[in-house]
């Protein structure tokens, strides 16, 4: 699964591609961003940890895998 998170006062959004048994980041999602957690870890694919303070959460897509990305002009 595809996971974009944007941060306050930060230009970028972090995007993590975590893997498809991972059914704990959800969860993990909805507790940072309900503030019962202070800080939102997450595991990509290669094993990288990112943390982002719950605090500048501005919001979190997550999506399916590259399934369906699309290259070039067009629809």
Same mark, same amino acid.
């Given at each position: 699964?595809?996971? #974009? $998170?944007?941060?306050?006062? !930060?230009?970028?959004?972090?995007? +993590?591609? @975590?893997? &498809?048994?991972?059914?704990?980041? %959800?969860? #993990? $999602?909805?507790?940072?961003? !309900?503030?019962?957690?202070?800080? +939102?870890? @997450?595991? &990509?694919?290669?094993?990288?940890? %990112?943390?982002?303070?719950?605090?500048?959460? !501005?919001?979190?897509?997550?999506?399916?895998?590259?399934?369906?990305?699309?290259?070039?002009?067009?629809?």
């Amino acid at each position: 699964m595809d996971v #974009r $998170i944007g941060v306050t006062q !930060a230009p970028r959004e972090i995007n +993590l591609e @975590l893997s &498809d048994d991972d059914e704990l980041a %959800v969860p #993990r $999602i909805e507790a940072a961003l !309900a503030g019962t957690d202070d800080v +939102l870890w @997450l595991t &990509d694919r290669r094993g990288k940890r %990112v943390a982002v303070p719950s605090a500048k959460i !501005a919001y979190v897509e997550i999506g399916a895998a590259d399934g369906e990305r699309r290259i070039g002009f067009g629809g």
